[in-house]
């Protein structure tokens, strides 16, 4: 008798990869619009448009973009951009550990693919789904507001000098505006009162005595220790079992009673 052939497992499906893309639509707006004041920097640095492009392609990092052109100046040493980009970053370290019911029982290079096109915006609206069992829906996300930043980027390099202060016309405040939004989709309830003030009040300290950004991480981290402190059993249910392709199900939760393998036709 030979054995049964399961279904291959699609890690990344045409459709949830859609529907990931026309949730983030909403951010097209302030995507754009702060790819373009990165654009507008590049050009004031001296970065060509190809040199831009494959930075936005390779890093996908609109903070870490920010700070690593506004230091590109000759005087700067190398080692001095990269440690500061490294340290805006960091809080990549929390959101992947966020994204862990994403990515529970799925291979290696699956979660190299979606970690590389995370954000911080698709991040925030892929953490608002009920269901967050298909990396699928965290990718298109990723890759349409790839598409977007670039986009900007462009334009924004296109312009050049003709906004020679971004500020003067609050552009740089269009990725704060994005976030305050998007806060209100990630509120789940009392359950998050304590880890989202402690977040606050970490974030406050860090702002007036810590350098640069620190304060996102010290904030960051607050919030996830009282997150962790505050935890309990029943509160783990971020990725329905329902909704886990039925092979990585079986791995991560064992095999739901009453099935069997057949051949087919039996």
């Avoid at 440690?83 to 990549?92: G, H, K, P």
């Avoid at 976030?179 to 304590?194: C, E, H, I, N, S």
């Avoid at 003030?197 to 220790?225: E, N």
């Amino acid at each position: 008798m030979s054995r049964p052939q399961s279904a291959p497992i699609r890690h990344f499906d045409a459709d949830t990869i859609r529907r990931g893309a026309i949730a983030c639509l909403p951010l097209l707006p302030s995507t754009m619009i702060f790819g373009a004041v990165l654009g507008v920097l590049a050009t004031q640095r001296g970065l060509s448009l190809g040199e831009l492009l494959f930075m936005s392609l390779t890093v996908f990092a609109g903070s870490a973009q920010f700070v690593s052109v506004d230091l590109w100046r000759e005087t700067i040493p190398s080692v001095t951009i990269i440690v500061a980009t490294a340290v805006i970053n960091l809080r990549y370290v929390l959101i992947g550990a966020s994204l862990r019911p994403v990515f529970r029982g799925r291979p290696l290079w699956v979660k190299i693919c979606g970690m590389h096109m995370v954000a911080d915006e698709n991040w925030a609206v892929t953490m608002t789904q009920e269901n967050l069992a298909n990396p699928g829906f965290l990718l298109g996300g990723g890759i349409f507001l790839g598409i977007v930043w670039a986009t900007g980027n462009t334009i924004g390099y296109l312009l050049g000098g003709g906004i020679p202060d971004p500020n003067v016309y609050a552009l740089d405040f269009a990725f704060t505006a994005v976030f305050a939004a998007l806060t209100v989709g990630m509120w789940k309830g009392r359950v998050d009162l304590l880890p989202w003030l402690a977040a606050a009040i970490g974030s406050l300290i860090g702002h007036y005595t810590l350098p640069g950004t620190w304060s996102i991480l010290a904030g960051a981290g607050a919030g996830v220790v009282v997150a962790a402190l505050t935890w309990r059993e029943d509160m783990d249910d971020t990725a329905p079992k329902s909704e886990i392709a039925p092979e990585i199900a079986a791995d991560t939760y064992g095999a739901p009673e009453g099935t069997y393998s057949t051949e087919a036709g039996k």
